[in-house]
Every structure is written in structure tokens, then in C-alpha cells.
């Protein structure tokens, strides 16, 4: 017979083992995985990055779960590759899984916080559209100053890397920098903070491609079929690097930052690495132009790729007029209307067209000093004067014809862009 006590007692027991069990599960954990990416890390992985006087990165960012186990690199010691490239450092530290998932991690930068008041009301629309289209991704808007605390962090076995980094000169050269750093060590998408996402990175590779057989996907940014492209790009067929999508260690991420470590560290020792000294330009050195030729280096290259007897190199001749995503080896290469969508020009689609996916806002707000120096100038030095000059005539975009001189003289170019320059600081 159930008596009171009885009952009293089996109902403290009971309440004492729910109590046990919720506590042994209090640390929520991410939902499974999602159509092609992969989630991982606790709750303390959804914490805002601290940026008050001292910041520390307070995530560990981990590697994607479910990345294959049988990793030759992964077996290695570190005095095995202690006194190797900086390739092959980079390689043993963060070895390119091709079977493994998208990350699903975004990163963006700039120079506060959403949170913060700070951050500026007309970006906050943009920076939304990213959380809104991918709620079960971490999103990111990491300062300059944390990210110098990540860098120390991810690349601690590299104080190079961060050596590099501290020394570049210009902002935009860190922020490009940057974007190759944490996508080379975390994967994910990095996308510029004034981009606007029109869908889901789930749609961005096409159903007949398996995400499992892709890791990297880029847009182009440029395909000038004219004869004097010349005069305004500084390549037949360019990539932009406004918005990339990666899984960790790939070897165009490796590529790209020992490239620019070496450079970096090369002009320092020379003593000319100063934005008046350093003997290349910003988009050869740190921005498209590096990018777009390491991508075809990487599907040119023997090592990764099995090239006929007698067979033709990848060259832009296979890009140049492309409407849907082509695939050469792991990488996805999607037209210009999915990241440059509007743009009136190269054959781009509006940004209603299914293969939008991506919208680079360059309208509205670039002299307005909310969006802060680094950025203006970020936007300005991919350009010479000729580009400056050409948006010019669209005041509606680019209304800068009133600080620059209307020449195409390279030393007037250099003149008017370190005038940008010091106009973009006092923002």
C-alpha cells in the first residue's frame, strides 16, 4: 500500500535524479549537422568575442567534427617539419581534409561590434542578412584589435605569421591578410562586411556536385571582354576575395599566406616595406590580383591535379562568359552575377537572378564616414586613377571626381591616393 511517506520519499528521489541529469547536461550543444556543412564546438563557442582595452579571443574556433582520420600530416612530429618552407608548416599545422565539410562558420570584420553603438545603423541590414539565411551558422564580426589575439592564437607555433602581420603598413593590407589567416585555420565563409546575402551558402553549389568533392568556392569578380581591359583590371579573369568559402587547409589558403609572409617579412629586412616603399602594388601583393593567380597556379599544378601529356593549361579562357558554377578539381568557380549581381556591367544578371547570391554594396554610404578608413581605402587602392576616374562618371557610386585630379599619370595616381588616404582617416 502507498503511503504518504512513501509517496513523499519515491518523489525526492525522482526530483533528485532530474536534477542530476539536467546539471550533467546544462552545456547546450548545437543542433546535427546541416545539408552540406558541418557543426561543432559547445555553447561557449556562440560568445561574443571580447574587445575591451585587453582583448583575448575567448572561442577556440575548433576544426570542423567528422574530418578524416587517416591525415598522413596529422602524424607528424613537429621536429619533422621544423626548419621546412612555410608551406609546409602550414600544412602540418592545419592539413586539407578535401573529404571533409564546410565549416559553418562566417567571419566578417570591422572596426566595432554589432553590439557595439558604434557599429553604424546602415550596415546593420547587411551583417543581418548573413544571420538571417544561415541561423545555424556561428557568424562573426571580429575587431582589428581581437583579431591580432586570434592570430597569436591560431599561429602560435608561427610567430612569423604574426610578425608578418603586425608589420603590414596599410590597413587593407591586414584585412586581406586576415581573411586568408582565418579561413586557412577555421574554414568557413569570409564575406566583406558591406555584403548583402541573398541566399543561403547552402544553395551556392549546384545539386549535381557532391559538397563532399569541393573545397573552395569563389566568384568572379571581373571578366572584361574588351581590348583595353588592360587599362582597368589588372587581370583577363579576376576572382573576388570579398567573399570566399573554404574548408581548413586548403592550398590555395596555404599558398596565398606563405606568399604573403614571405613578401611581408622580404621588404621589412630590405627596410622598404612602408606604403610609400613597398615595391608592389596593394592588388599584386595582398589583394585580387595574388589571389586570382594562385588559384590557377593551384589548378595548374601537377601535385594536385593530373594533367595529360600534351594537355592545356586552365587558363581565364575557361571562365570568361560563364552563366552557371564550373568545377575544375575541388574548386567551384561561380559566375559574376553570384557575387557581383547589378553591377551593369561584364554580363552580370540583376540581383533578382536565381544565380545571385552575394550583393557587394558599392552603393550608398562609400564616402559616408561611418563606414571608416579602412574600408574607404580598402576600396580605393584595388582601383588606380583610371578606375577612380571611370566610377567618376557615376556620381551615384563613386562620387570622388572632387578629390582627385583628372589624369592617368601613375605619379598622380600614387598622389592621389596617399591624399585618399589621409582624407579616409579623418573619418
Known amino acids: 500500500m502507498l503511503t504518504f511517506r512513501k509517496a513523499l520519499l519515491i518523489s525526492a528521489c525522482a526530483l533528485t535524479i532530474i536534477y542530476f541529469f539536467q546539471s550533467s547536461h546544462s552545456k547546450a550543444t548545437?543542433?546535427?549537422?546541416?545539408?552540406?556543412?558541418?557543426?561543432?564546438g559547445d555553447s561557449e563557442a556562440k560568445n561574443t568575442v571580447h574587445t575591451g582595452s585587453a582583448p583575448q579571443p575567448t572561442k577556440v574556433y575548433p576544426p570542423p567534427r567528422g574530418a578524416s582520420k587517416d591525415k598522413k600530416n596529422s602524424q607528424q612530429t613537429f621536429n619533422s617539419v621544423e626548419g621546412k618552407s612555410l608551406q609546409e608548416q602550414l600544412r602540418y599545422?592545419?592539413?586539407?581534409?578535401?573529404?571533409?565539410?564546410?565549416?559553418?562558420?562566417?567571419?566578417?570584420?570591422?572596426?566595432?561590434?554589432?553590439?557595439?553603438?558604434?557599429?553604424?545603423?546602415?550596415?546593420?541590414?547587411?551583417?543581418?542578412?548573413?544571420?538571417?539565411?544561415?541561423?545555424?551558422?556561428?557568424?562573426?564580426?571580429?575587431?582589428?584589435?581581437?583579431?591580432?589575439?586570434?592570430?597569436r592564437y591560431l599561429y602560435a607555433s608561427m610567430p612569423e605569421i604574426l610578425e608578418a602581420y603586425n608589420a603590414l603598413p596599410i590597413p587593407v593590407l591586414k584585412a586581406d591578410f586576415f581573411r586568408y589567416l582565418i579561413l586557412l585555420a577555421r574554414g568557413g565563409i569570409y564575406s566583406d562586411i558591406d555584403t548583402m546575402a541573398l541566399k543561403s551558402a547552402v544553395d551556392w553549389i549546384p545539386s549535381d556536385i557532391p559538397p563532399s568533392s569541393v573545397g573552395l568556392i569563389v566568384g568572379i569578380e571581373a571578366d572584361p571582354d574588351r581590348p583595353d581591359w588592360k587599362e582597368w583590371y589588372s587581370r583577363r579573369i579576376q576572382f573576388c576575395q570579398w567573399t570566399i568559402q573554404?574548408?581548413?587547409?586548403?592550398?590555395?589558403?596555404?599558398?596565398i599566406v606563405a606568399s604573403i609572409t614571405e613578401d611581408t617579412l622580404r621588404m621589412k629586412k630590405l627596410?622598404?616595406?612602408?606604403?610609400?616603399?613597398?615595391?608592389?602594388?596593394?592588388?599584386?601583393f595582398t589583394g585580387p590580383a595574388l589571389w586570382t593567380d594562385l588559384i590557377f597556379n593551384y589548378m595548374n599544378n601537377p601535385e594536385y591535379f593530373k594533367i595529360e601529356n600534351g594537355g592545356k593549361n586552365i587558363t581565364w579562357e575557361a571562365f570568361t562568359g560563364?552563366?552557371?558554377?564550373?568545377?575544375?578539381?575541388?574548386?567551384?568557380?561561380?559566375?559574376?552575377?553570384?557575387?557581383?549581381?547589378?553591377?551593369?556591367?561584364m554580363n552580370?544578371?540583376?540581383?533578382?537572378?536565381?544565380?545571385?547570391?552575394?550583393?557587394?554594396?558599392?552603393?550608398?554610404g562609400f564616402m559616408e564616414s561611418s563606414l571608416g578608413?579602412?574600408?574607404?581605402?580598402?576600396?580605393?587602392?584595388?582601383?588606380?586613377?583610371?578606375?577612380?576616374?571611370?566610377?567618376?562618371?557615376?556620381?551615384?557610386?563613386?562620387?570622388?571626381?572632387?578629390?582627385?585630379?583628372?589624369?592617368?599619370?601613375?605619379?598622380d595616381t600614387d598622389n592621389a591616393i596617399h591624399e585618399f588616404h589621409n582624407f579616409a582617416h579623418t573619418l
Not at 627596410?271 to 592588388?283: C, E, F, N, R
Open 348 to 364: 552580370a544578371k540583376d540581383v533578382d537572378d536565381p544565380m545571385a547570391f552575394v550583393k557587394h554594396d558599392f552603393e550608398g
Open 271 to 284: 627596410g622598404i616595406l612602408s606604403k610609400k616603399k613597398i615595391d608592389k602594388s596593394i592588388v599584386e
Open 93 to 151: 599545422l592545419y592539413p586539407y581534409d578535401p573529404d571533409g565539410k564546410f565549416p559553418a562558420y562566417i567571419w566578417q570584420t570591422w572596426k566595432a561590434t554589432p553590439a557595439s553603438g558604434d557599429f553604424g545603423d546602415e550596415l546593420r541590414p547587411q551583417e543581418a542578412s548573413w544571420t538571417d539565411l544561415h541561423p545555424d551558422f556561428i557568424h562573426e564580426v571580429i575587431t582589428d584589435q581581437t583579431a591580432i589575439h586570434l592570430i
Open 373 to 411: 578608413a579602412n574600408q574607404a581605402y580598402h576600396r580605393l587602392t584595388y582601383g588606380t586613377l583610371d578606375f577612380v576616374q571611370k566610377y567618376s562618371y557615376r556620381p551615384r557610386q563613386f562620387p570622388l571626381k572632387n578629390y582627385f585630379p583628372s589624369t592617368s599619370d601613375s605619379t
Open 246 to 255: 573554404a574548408k581548413v587547409g586548403h592550398p590555395v589558403l596555404r599558398n
Open 30 to 40: 548545437y543542433p546535427g549537422d546541416i545539408e552540406h556543412y558541418s557543426k561543432h
Open 322 to 345: 560563364i552563366e552557371s558554377a564550373k568545377k575544375v578539381g575541388d574548386v567551384v568557380v561561380l559566375p559574376i552575377t553570384s557575387f557581383s549581381p547589378g553591377v551593369g556591367q
